[in-house]
T-cell receptor, first 114, second 114 residues
Framework: EPEVTQTPSHQVTQMGQEVILRCVPI?????FYWYRQILGQKVEFLVS????????KSEIFDDQFSVERPDGSNFTLKIRSTKLEDSAMYFC????????????FGNGTRLTVT | GDSVTQMEGPVTLSEEAFLTINCTYT??????LFWYVQYPGEGLQLLLK?????DKGSNKGFEATYRKETTSFHLEKGSVQVSDSAVYFC?????????????FGKGTKLSVKP
């Protein structure tokens, strides 16, 4: 069964550094998402992406964050200047339709900012 | 705003025990409700869903009924197995909004002992 893949599984970076988290969604999906989960807290929506542009974003998704679909397969989340509080598990997800199809999640990237 | 509250874990049960994980929600509209499961080392997977009041979602022996009067969507299973050990997330999505903009609970870790 096709699946969403995320790399790396664990990323350690120093505060102030830029990081790029990578995701390969399922190939025939059109809707792409990033979520994050800070340890011990809820899974939180960050951003949704459709037709090469952001369709929705949360308050968390400030100017430090950006997303891109640089080619036909990858979907990336960039954090420009990481802060300690960005340490979390980041999940990528994709869906075939906007409302009626389930989301398929990747295994997540654990980001640790030191 | 909309929110999901689920019972704190961890929950430890013996094999074949009855499972209930409580979930209540707050929403202004008519949300769809979901249970996602995360097995160790894997991403979130949709377990079951219900899109309107009194609907019952079911999958793999798990059930949850959408109760509008009590704003609840409790997850139940009559006889758990060791392989059910995972983290379970209750989530909602506003009807008519993007299904990808899920609001999650904190997750409940279930450990089933043989």
């Amino acid at each position: 069964e096709p699946e969403v893949t995320q790399t790396p599984s664990h990323q350690v970076t120093q505060m102030g550094q830029e990081v790029i988290l990578r995701c390969v969604p399922i190939s025939n999906h059109l809707y792409f998402y990033w979520y994050r989960q800070i340890l011990g807290q809820k899974v939180e929506f960050l951003v949704s992406f459709y037709n090469n542009e952001i369709s929705e974003k949360s308050e968390i998704f400030d100017d430090q964050f950006s997303v891109e679909r640089p080619d036909g397969s990858n979907f990336t989340l960039k954090i420009r200047s990481t802060k300690l509080e960005d340490s979390a598990m980041y999940f990528c997800a994709s869906g075939q339709e906007k409302n009626n199809s389930p989301l398929h999640f990747g295994n997540g990237t654990r980001l640790t900012v030191t | 705003g909309d929110s999901v509250t689920q019972m704190e874990g961890p929950v430890t049960l013996s094999e074949e025990a009855f499972l209930t994980i409580n979930c209540t929600y707050t929403a202004t509209g008519y949300p769809s409700l979901f249970w996602y499961v995360q097995y160790p080392g894997e991403g979130l997977q949709l377990l079951l869903k219900a899109t309107k009041a009194d609907d019952k979602g079911s999958n793999k022996g798990f059930e949850a009924t959408y109760r509008k009067e009590t704003t609840s969507f409790h997850l139940e299973k009559g006889s758990v197995q060791v392989s059910d050990s995972a983290v379970y997330f209750c989530a909602l999505s506003d009807y008519g909004g993007s299904q990808g903009n899920l609001i999650f609970g904190k997750g409940t870790k279930l450990s089933v002992k043989p």
